[in-house]
C-alpha cells in the first residue's frame, strides 16, 4: 500500500511540476503582447498663435459593490462617495501641433489602457501626442489589481476601468471643441509648501516647489483653466478611510476654482477648470497621519487621517498658488514654439511578484516580445521657456532634482548613475516633472541606493521600502537614459 503511496506521490508531484512548468512556457509562449506601436516622435511647430481647452468628467463609479480601492491593503470595499473623481483634460494647439493631456483621479493606469485611450480618439482628433496622467489617489477604485478583496483576487472592475476610459475620450473632445486663443502665465512658489510634506527615506530630497500655469481667453481675459503641479502622495486619508475621495487634491483645485478661506477672510479664486498633476512622488513623498499641517482655516495644528487635514493641505496648497497669481506678474507664454519628442522604453521585469501576479491575471498588462519586458514611454515637450518630461511611475525625487548618493550598503557596488539631475538637463526656465504619466510601472529608485540585501544603507535594521514596488534595479537607469537622449538633440 505505502508503494502506491508513495508512486500516487511522485507522480502528483511531477504532473504539478509538469503543470506549473508549461504554465510558465505558455505564459513566455503566448503571454499577452503590449498594445501600440513604438514611439519614437519628434515634431514641432514654430509659427502661429497658442490656442487651449478645458474639460472635466466625472468618473465616479455607478455603482460600489465589489469597488475596492487602491493603495494600501487588500480588501477596502468603497461605502460611499465623499467628493466626485475627475477625468481632466487640456489640450493646446500650436500652429499644425496638438497635444492633449487627461489627468484621472486614480492611483495609476496601465501603458495598455492609454494606448486603448489614443486608439479611440485618433479616428476622430488629429492630436499629435495624448498624455494620460494619475493623481496617484490612494482613495479611489483600483485599476491596476493588486487591491482586490485578498492577494491573488484582482481588484479591477472591467465595467469601471471601461467608463474611466470612455470618460477620458470624452473629456479630450469636450477640451478640443473648446479650443481657444489663450495667454499662458507661469508662477511658482519653492519654499511655502514645503511644511507639508515629509520625506521618508535617505535621502531626504523632495520635489517641494508649487509650479502653476494660468490660461487667460484671449477674447473675454477671464481664466478658462489652470494647472497646478506638486509632488506628494494624495494619501491623507490614510488606509481606513471608504469614502470615494480624491484626497487633497479635491480641495486644491476647488480653492484654486473657487477661493479658500483664510481665518474668516474669503480670497477669491480663479474660475475655469483647475487640473492637478503630480510630480516627482518616490522615496517617498507622504503627509502621514502622524504630520502635522496647519488649518488654513482656523490656524489649528491638525493629525489624523481626517477630511479636515485633507482640506487643510489642499487649501494651503491653492492659497500659496492664488497669493502667487494676484501677488506676483507670471512669466509670460503667447506665441511660442512648442516641440515634442517621445521614447518607446522597455524595462526588464525582475520584480517576482509583478510577475506572478500577470500570470495570475490579477495584474493585467501586456509584456513585450520573447524577453517578456515591460514596454512603457517617456516624453520631453518645450512650449517656450517652459519644459516637461513625462514620468511613467514614481520617480525619486533626487533624479530630477540632484542627491542621487552612493550609501554603504548600496546592493551594487557603483557610483550615482542618474546624474546630473534631469532638471540640470531641461531647457527653458521653468521645468515640469508629469509623474504616473502614461504608465504605472511603479518605483524608480536610483541604483546606486538600491537595497534589498543585507547589511542596510544609512545604518538602518531592515531594508528601505520602495524595491518591493518597483520593476528592477534597471528601470531608473533605463527611465533616465531615454529622458536624456529626448532633452540632449
Ligand atoms: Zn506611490
Known amino acids: ?28 509562449a503566448k503571454g499577452e503582447e503590449t498594445k501600440g506601436y513604438a514611439f519614437n516622435l519628434a515634431v514641432e ?25 487602491a493603495g494600501f491593503g487588500n480588501n477596502r470595499e468603497a461605502t460611499g ?32 489602457d492609454v494606448v486603448d485611450i489614443r486608439t479611440t480618439l485618433q479616428t476622430d482628433l488629429d492630436i499629435d501626442y495624448v498624455m494620460v496622467s494619475s493623481t496617484h489617489c490612494h482613495e479611489s477604485p483600483d485599476l491596476i489589481g493588486i487591491w482586490g478583496p485578498e492577494s491573488g483576487r484582482t481588484g479591477v472592475d472591467d465595467n469601471y476601468l471601461a467608463y474611466v476610459k470612455s470618460q477620458s475620450v470624452a473629456a479630450i473632445k469636450q ?32 520635489d517641494h516647489s508649487l509650479k502653476g500655469l494660468v490660461f487667460y481667453s484671449k477674447n473675454t481675459d477671464s481664466v478658462v483653466g489652470s494647472l497646478i503641479s506638486w509632488a506628494n502622495h494624495p494619501e491623507v486619508l490614510w488606509s481606513e478611510n471608504t469614502l470615494i475621495s480624491s484626497d487633497f487634491v479635491h480641495y486644491v483645485r476647488e480653492g484654486v476654482e473657487n477661493g479658500v478661506e483664510v481665518k474668516g477672510k474669503r480670497i477669491p479664486g480663479l474660475g475655469g477648470i483647475s487640473v492637478y498633476i503630480n510630480g516627482a512622488v518616490g522615496g517617498l513623498m507622504t503627509t502621514s497621519p502622524s504630520w502635522e499641517v496647519k488649518s488654513l482655516k482656523t490656524g489649528e495644528m491638525l493629525t489624523g487621517a481626517t477630511f479636515e487635514r485633507a482640506e487643510a493641505v489642499g487649501d494651503t496648497l491653492a492659497y500659496i498658488y492664488l497669493k502667487k497669481v494676484m501677488n506676483s506678474h507670471g512669466s509670460i507664454i503667447e506665441n511660442e ?7 518607446t522604453i522597455y524595462l526588464p521585469l525582475k520584480n517576482i511578484n509583478f510577475r506572478l501576479g500577470m500570470i495570475a491575471r490579477v495584474i493585467k498588462r501586456g509584456l513585450s516580445g520573447w524577453s517578456r519586458k515591460v514596454k512603457s514611454e517617456v516624453a520631453y515637450i518645450e512650449l517656450g521657456p517652459l519644459s516637461i518630461v513625462t514620468v511613467p511611475g514614481e520617480i525619486y525625487p533626487e533624479i530630477v532634482n540632484g542627491g542621487v548618493e552612493a550609501p554603504t550598503g548600496q546592493d551594487y557596488d557603483i557610483t550615482p548613475v ?41 545604518k538602518q535594521t531592515g531594508a528601505p521600502y520602495g524595491e518591493v514596488n518597483s520593476l528592477g534595479p534597471d528601470t531608473a537607469p533605463i527611465v533616465y537614459q531615454a529622458l536624456k537622449s529626448l532633452i540632449i538633440k
Do not use: C
Not at 8 to 26: P, R, T
Not at 86 to 97: E, K, M, S, T
Open 45 to 69: 511647430s514654430q509659427k502661429g498663435p497658442i490656442l487651449a481647452g478645458f474639460s472635466k468628467q466625472s468618473i465616479v463609479p455607478k455603482q460600489l459593490k465589489n469597488m475596492w480601492m
Open 175 to 206: 477640451a478640443h471643441s473648446r479650443l481657444e486663443k489663450v495667454k499662458i502665465e507661469h508662477y511658482q512658489d519653492d519654499e511655502s509648501a514645503k511644511p507639508l510634506l515629509e520625506d521618508t527615506r535617505n535621502p531626504l530630497i523632495t
Open 81 to 112: 462617495v465623499h467628493d466626485p473623481l475627475w477625468a481632466r483634460a487640456i489640450v493646446i494647439q500650436r500652429g499644425d501641433i496638438k497635444i492633449a493631456l487627461v489627468v484621472l483621479d486614480a492611483i495609476g493606469l496601465f501603458y495598455d
Open 1 to 28: 500500500m505505502s508503494i502506491i503511496k508513495t508512486i500516487l506521490k511522485i507522480v502528483g508531484a511531477s504532473l504539478l511540476g509538469l503543470i506549473i512548468s508549461l504554465s510558465i512556457l505558455f505564459y513566455y
Open 418 to 458: 542618474e546624474v546630473p539631475a534631469l532638471r540640470k538637463l531641461m531647457g527653458g526656465k521653468h521645468k515640469y516633472v508629469f509623474g504616473i504619466t502614461n504608465d504605472f510601472i511603479g518605483y524608480i529608485v536610483p541604483k546606486s541606493q538600491w537595497d534589498v540585501k543585507e547589511p542596510y544603507t544609512y
Open 337 to 343: 514654439r512648442l516641440a515634442i519628442a517621445v521614447k
